[in-house]
């Protein structure tokens, strides 16, 4: 069970959860309750991934076996943290976006685990590559945030949400290969690295160490725009206060869509900012 200390839990209460963490939460759940009222097991066989299942041409397995799983324990862990790392990521990235990282995850942990440890027949199902994926954005994003795990629903463990995506990726690759206890260990594996690479791309520090401060490039931008367009402007406009909590959103905004989506009056007021700091 995953949750965020402080502030941050009654902040995702108040916004409440997004439209496609809900939808992935109903939909996962809605095809456990018909796999359990079906018996025979024909669903795995024809949905969970495989390499002989995908030898016969049933290539939505790559897809499809993440909204399986094989007990409600199982169920209830990736619902958990599909809930508590979904509601914030859906907010930061958009429905569109967080929905392909969930299934990207997803995808490129069944794929991780087809090559490491699916060669002998077996069947990988489960929501962890993808949930995991997550948690590898999530740590990317915000290393620093404290969490709060229940470790088997009962015992508190606080840490940073980079050192949690540490110790599930140790976990991982100690057992890589082996399955040990029913868990497809690759599949964590390789979907935390896919959403930790994500997540260093999305985030203000970039890849491979260059610190990039989003502030010092969109003050670069600006600088350049005042360089090459001149303006008459009015001293009562100079003068106008700047309400620098809107600052903040459209930088915010920045972040997760580009400056290509920001309208005349946020740049403009992005220009005033900049003059006033």
């Not at 990736?78 to 979904?86: I, V």
């Not at 945030?145 to 629903?153: D, G, M, W």
Request: proline share 1%.
């Amino acid at each position: 069970m995953w949750q965020s200390n402080g502030f941050q839990r009654i902040h995702l209460a108040s916004r409440g959860i997004g439209s496609m963490t809900k939808t992935l939460l109903i939909i996962t759940v809605g095809v456990f309750v018909l796999v359990w009222s079906t018996p025979g097991g024909a669903f795995e066989r024809v949905f969970g991934l495989s390499r002989i299942g995908l030898a016969e041409g049933k290539l939505w397995q790559v897809v499809s076996y993440m909204f399986l799983h094989g007990s409600f324990m199982h169920l209830l862990g990736n619902m958990l943290g599909l809930y508590f790392f979904g509601t914030e990521l859906e907010q930061r990235l958009g429905s569109r976006r967080f929905l392909l990282l969930y299934l990207g995850c997803g995808l490129l942990g069944g794929l991780g685990w087809l090559m490491l440890s699916g060669r002998g027949g077996g069947v990988c199902i489960g929501a962890s590559g993808a949930v995991l994926g997550m948690v590898g954005t999530f740590a990317a994003l915000y290393p620093r945030r404290q969490l709060t795990l229940l470790v088997f629903y009962v015992l508190p463990v606080t840490l940073t949400a980079r050192t949690l995506a540490l110790v599930i990726g140790g976990i991982s690759l100690l057992f890589l290969g082996s399955d040990a206890g029913g868990i497809a260990h690759a599949a964590h594996l390789a979907g935390g690295i896919a959403g930790y690479v994500y997540g260093l791309h999305l985030s203000d520090h970039g890849l491979g160490g260059v610190n990039w401060r989003l502030d010092r490039m969109l003050s670069d931008w600006m600088a350049r725009r005042r360089r090459t367009r001149f303006r008459v402007v009015s001293k009562s406009t100079v003068d106008e206060p700047v309400d620098w909590q809107a600052v903040d959103r459209i930088l915010v905004k920045v972040r997760a869509t580009g400056m290509q989506s920001l309208t005349a009056a946020e740049r403009d007021l992005l220009d005033r900012a900049s003059r006033k700091g």
